[in-house]
């Protein structure tokens, strides 16, 4: 499935997942599984901002944009990061505000068979978005497969809240909102580190070391390259844009050395996916003193 497939699989999921709950709320006087409903409907928001994101990073270089619109996607990564923390937000405040809400007219029975329903199918979503994003490399998929877990832990709250409620009455309903409280604090810690992730690719930070290392070894192992220095490597959409100076024996042709260039971005490309663009300088090996 492409990133894309993933995401209008999301939004046709928390469509369905938003109408049978708040359906339920109503139905079985259910607060807790309404408020759960609006907040899948409200995912909405994010799954079309990352089909816009892929859309436009996707275009080609053009005038304006010479580099590309790969940053298109760390800020769609960086806009689900603040939507993170704004559903941790909404799940704690409503555990506080409604703790003292009484229970008595509940009908949990179906209310707990959606959230149960909605825990497996936005778990599931997860681990698939996050499988296509880590795969892609793309930053604003795999915020979004976060964003999707939020729904399954809001719906784990909501199922704690109501299996307690059937066992052993209202008065065990505070359960509902403790976990409510700690799933929240979670994901404001996942929030904060998308959000974290996306804005160090804004600044130009390095990959990591491992993909550093592949690099420098794709171009050590070129053929006709002496010696390589100045390598430069920034992550662009969770992609890596790199120069290197490369140095080669100076009694070659003009030709030659362009062809020991290609060579290294070719190679380079070979040994990472993740790598869209390479610009090879190439300089005479230093032999002397003079040089």
């Known amino acids: 499935m492409s990133p894309i497939g993933v995401t209008w699989a999301g939004v ?39 089909l816009l994101g892929l859309r436009v990073s996707r275009r080609p270089a053009d005038e304006d944009h010479p580099f590309g619109h790969l ?70 998929i795999m915020a979004n497969a976060w964003h999707h877990r939020t729904d399954a832990f809001s719906s784990i709250a909501v199922a704690v809240g109501l299996s307690a409620v059937m066992i052993g009455g209202p008065q065990w309903a505070f359960l ?11 994901l404001v810690w996942v929030g ?4 974290r992730s996306a804005s160090s690719e804004l600044v130009d930070r390095a990959p990591d070391e491992k993909t550093l290392a592949g690099i420098r070894e794709a ?18 959409g969770g992609k890596v844009s790199m120069d290197v100076h490369v140095m080669v024996n100076p009694d070659l042709t003009v030709k030659q050395g362009h062809d020991i260039a290609s060579r290294v971005e070719a190679s380079v490309r070979n ?9 090879v300088h190439i300089e005479p090996e230093r032999r002397g003193p003079d040089y």
């Open 12 to 50: 046709a999921i928390n469509t369905v997942l938003g109408a049978g709950k708040i359906s339920a709320g109503v139905m079985f006087h259910s607060q807790s599984i309404l408020a759960d409903g609006i907040h899948s409907l409200s995912d909405l928001i994010t799954d079309f901002a990352v």
């Open 176 to 186: 509902d909102h403790v976990v409510a409280l700690v799933l929240a604090t979670f």
């Open 71 to 140: 940053r298109v996607s760390t800020l769609t990564a960086l806009f689900v990061g603040a939507m993170l923390v704004i559903a941790a937000a909404w799940i704690a405040y409503e555990a506080v505000t409604t703790l003292r809400a009484r229970n008595d007219d509940v009908d949990a029975m179906v209310p707990l068979a959606v959230a149960l329903v909605s825990i497996a199918s936005k778990e599931t979503l997860y681990q698939i978005t996050r499988i296509i994003g880590r795969r892609s490399g793309d930053p604003a």
């Open 192 to 195: 904060v580190q998308t959000i």
């Open 219 to 236: 171009i050590s192992r070129t053929d006709g390259v002496r010696d390589f220095h100045a390598m430069r490597a920034r992550q662009v």
């Open 271 to 279: 040994n990472s996916e993740r790598v869209i663009g390479v610009t």
